[in-house]
Nanobody, 127 residues
Framework: QLQLVESGGGLVQPGGSLRLACAASRFTLQYYPIGWFRQAPGKEREGVSSISSSGGHTNYADSVKGRFTISRDNAKKTVYLQMNSLKPEDTAIYYC????????????????????WGQGTQVTVSS
């Protein structure tokens, strides 16, 4: 059973940066596309960014394009989300997830596509 654990969340002022990490407890992470999702009170779950198994393809929500960067280090079985120029509206619980059966070349931003989920890490952007 693949297990994912997020880390790196916390409190940051607007304009600041955080780097989230998603670490796998099994070696199979390297074969799966990985997505980052977030959910805030009163809002639907949003696909933030995703990356293909090799790292060759990435996908971003319009709301974070140009500010967030997803990357992966398969040797470390870890996927990162670098978040810059953070805004209060980025406040949410952030989850990483693995897609065990990808259906397209570009990694998906649909939560229903993903099979394994981490427990989430809180990101709060406030002055």
């Amino acid at each position: 059973q693949l297990q994912l654990v997020e880390s790196g969340g916390g409190l940051v002022q607007p304009g600041g940066s955080l780097r989230l990490a998603c670490a796998a407890s099994r070696f199979t992470l390297q074969y799966y596309p990985i997505g980052w999702f977030r959910q805030a009170p009163g809002k639907e779950r949003e696909g933030v960014s995703s990356i293909s198994s090799s790292g060759g393809h990435t996908n971003y929500a319009d709301s974070v394009k140009g500010r967030f960067t997803i990357s992966r280090d398969n040797a470390k079985k870890t996927v990162y989300l670098q978040m810059n120029s953070l805004k209060p509206e980025d406040t949410a619980i952030y989850y990483c997830a693995a897609d065990s059966r990808p259906t397209a070349i570009l990694p998906s931003l649909r939560g229903a596509q993903y099979d394994y989920w981490g427990q989430g890490t809180q990101v709060t952007v406030s002055s």
